[in-house]
């Protein structure tokens, strides 16, 4: 079932939701596509937000789900009308001081330092009707057209900011806004929703669809006011996704992006967020012009350089130290080795050395004469599972000192499982018992039980592969 | 390495143990089976030598076409059998497609401080001449794990037939 199936799958709900904005839809079509995913939205988003308490995501989801709430088609209480707006403004505010030390326009004042009970007074109240005990009161109006509405929330979005801040902003004048086209609105409806590291794709679309309504916008005012809604305000090379987030969540970011699987080479392209210094406007605007698809978002971490090559290579830079954590672990005896040379000549030798390995036991295993006329499809049915239960018995196949072939511990509890896997039933606690029973019983003494069950000794490998199939056979 | 834990998973070395041990020795019977003389001069005739390939390739065919290196190793198996047949005939060269280019700017800072240890590293991990440095690392954690894996099994056979 399509609800079913988007409620287990948060990427589809990003997805689309992405696609539905960036096709330009207006909050009516969102409304009438959503419709039928809304209770996806609605759960789908609190359980993200709940888990990553996002407060953009919950915002976002509150956003969503309100203007599917609002569906024309549904009786809408009248406290809805308030509470959208109330959602719209506070996503608004939300985004513009992220690190929450602005203060709150006149119209809105949610209290910002506070974006996690955000999403828990989000999440209450959206299942059932959507009454928010809040403290100031929105002026109450009836629901308004779609149209209307979506001019009114890319207005008050647009300008749910600190007007101390941004002077610009305020002068730049909200009728002029106000005064713009449907598309314009819409297109501003689409740039003012943030969606702050929840989808890549999403936010990039965004800030595709932003970028060229900025650029086709006449008003400069504006744009730079929204882009100086970042700290620091002044041109990027890309716009950032949330314009208010604060540096001190940049290097938290930076780490997200870098687990995605794009290349290094795709970031060093498509980095944004370079907030420092650099009001380069038409470099900015020409960046925008190609919106590519996935890109690493990676931020400038504070005090650090902005060039995207050494950003790029940063990225680079770290993922290769994580590859080399893992590998620390795979190799034994690195764990104090610092360094990446002293840690890279540790692998090498370490390959070379399992290398050899495999060369020297594929040498003495070719000298083995095996005779294969016994019959193997006879112990091929033998138990499987003591044979499983001897691999599973991990710990006793550590790590040896592998730079030399050193048989310092009494192989082999195989011959001695083999004998007993018959009596045994085939549980692995009993398996690992009896392995550890035997693994320090003498090689010899083990195997001759071993071939004792085979009908006397069979010297040097003639007991075949047969004893190889039955008790490492799967 | 993904954290499943799963007896089937790929990550559980007890699977890859069991799996490697069901096709190497499967192939070490066909190995003994077909006795050819070795008349040949060619190193590969050595029974050591097809021993230790029918070792990687075994551990190769497990890991499947999941890893840039077992990949590799099956490719060098496929075109080395297949030269085998023909037997002289010109075989095609194929280009190995870099995964990624190197990167042209050197001057910034190589994550290998000694380049020499990178290209060590290419020579030692199959298929690593085409791969950049993070898939690079990677690879040789996967092709890490699986040696060890193999080394285990082949010990214990060697153990099983030499118990002296």
């Not at chain 1, 207005?155 to 305020?170: A, D, H, L, Y």
């Not at chain 1, 970031?267 to 698809?293: F, R």
């Not at chain 2, 190995?31 to 050595?46: A, D, V």
Request: glycine share 6%; charged share 25%.
């Amino acid at each position: 079932m399509e609800k079913d199936g988007f409620f287990n799958n948060p990427q589809a709900w990003n997805s689309i939701f992405g696609m539905e904005l960036e096709m330009g839809s207006q909050v009516s079509e969102m409304n009438c596509s959503s419709e039928q995913l809304q209770n996806c939205f609605l759960n789908q988003n609190w359980n993200n937000s709940m888990d990553q308490t996002d407060p953009f995501e919950s915002a976002l989801s509150s956003i969503v789900s309100s203007p599917v709430n609002s569906h024309p088609g549904i009786p809408i209480p009248a406290g809805e009308n308030v509470a959208l707006k109330e959602l719209i403004g506070r996503l608004g505010s939300i985004c513009d001081s992220g690190d929450n030390n602005s203060t709150n326009t006149s119209c809105y004042n949610t209290p910002l330092n506070s974006p996690p009970k955000l999403n828990l007074s989000i999440m209450d109240q959206i299942p059932g009707n959507l009454s928010i005990p809040r403290n100031h009161q929105l002026p109450p109006a009836p629901f308004p057209a779609d149209p209307g509405f979506v001019e009114r929330a890319a207005r008050f979005s647009c300008f749910g900011m600190n007007e101390s801040e941004f002077p610009n902003m305020v002068e730049s004048g909200k009728l002029s806004r106000v005064s713009s086209k449907q598309s314009f609105k819409t297109a501003e409806f689409r740039n003012q929703i943030p969606v702050p590291g929840s989808d890549k794709k999403f936010s990039r679309e965004l800030d595709s669809s932003m970028e060229e309504s900025s650029v086709s916008e006449q008003i400069t005012n504006g744009e730079t006011g929204i882009k100086a809604q970042n700290s620091n305000s002044n041109g990027r090379k890309r716009k950032a996704i949330p314009k208010g987030k604060g540096k001190e969540t940049q290097s938290s970011k930076v780490m997200e992006p870098e687990k995605e699987e794009s290349d290094a080479k795709r970031s060093k392209s498509g980095e944004e967020g370079n907030e420092n210094q650099n009001q380069k406007q038409t470099k900015e605007n020409a960046k925008l012009a190609e919106p590519p698809k996935d890109y690493i978002h990676v931020r400038a971490r504070r005090g650090q350089a902005t060039d995207s090559h050494s950003l790029a290579e940063r990225v680079r830079r770290e993922k290769i130290s994580e590859r080399m954590k893992f590998l620390q672990d795979l190799v034994p005896g690195c764990n104090k080795v610092t360094g990446k040379a002293v840690m890279l000549d540790e692998i090498i030798n370490y390959v070379q050395s399992l290398q050899r390995q495999v060369e020297f036991l594929s040498m003495k295993l070719s000298t083995i004469n095996p005779r294969t006329d016994m019959n193997m499809e006879a112990l091929l049915s033998k138990d499987v599972s003591f044979s499983q239960s001897f691999f599973t018995f991990d710990p006793s196949l550590n790590f040896q000192p592998f730079y030399g072939l050193v048989h310092d511990r009494p192989q082999n509890p195989l011959t001695s499982m083999m004998q007993r896997g018959l009596n045994m039933k085939s549980s692995q606690a009993d398996g690992f018992g009896e392995a550890s029973a035997f693994w320090e019983n003498d090689l010899q003494s083990v195997v001759q039980m071993g071939f004792g069950q085979n009908q006397g000794p069979i010297f040097h490998g003639e007991l075949t592969f047969l004893t190889s199939r039955k008790s490492i056979n799967i | 390495m993904s954290p499943s834990q799963q007896p089937t998973s790929l990550n559980n070395p007890a699977y890859l143990k069991n799996q490697f041990a069901h096709r190497f020795i499967r192939a070490l019977n066909n190995l003994h089976h077909t006795k050819t003389p070795p008349h040949h001069n060619y190193k590969m005739y050595n029974r050591s030598t097809r021993v230790k390939i029918a070792a990687n390739t075994a551990m190769a065919s497990v890991v499947g076409s999941r890893r840039a290196w077992s990949r590799a190793v099956l490719w060098k198996i496929r075109k080395l059998r297949s030269r085998k047949r023909v037997n002289c005939h010109h075989q095609e060269k194929v280009s190995l497609k870099r995964r990624n280019p190197k990167p042209k700017t050197e001057d910034f800072n190589n994550p290998f401080g000694d380049s020499s240890q990178e290209s060590k590293l290419r020579e030692l991990v199959p298929g690593g001449e085409t791969l950049d440095a993070v898939c690079l690392m990677g690879e040789t954690a996967n092709y890490i794990k699986c040696l060890v894996a193999q080394v285990e099994v082949m010990k214990t056979l060697v153990d099983l037939y030499n118990p002296t």
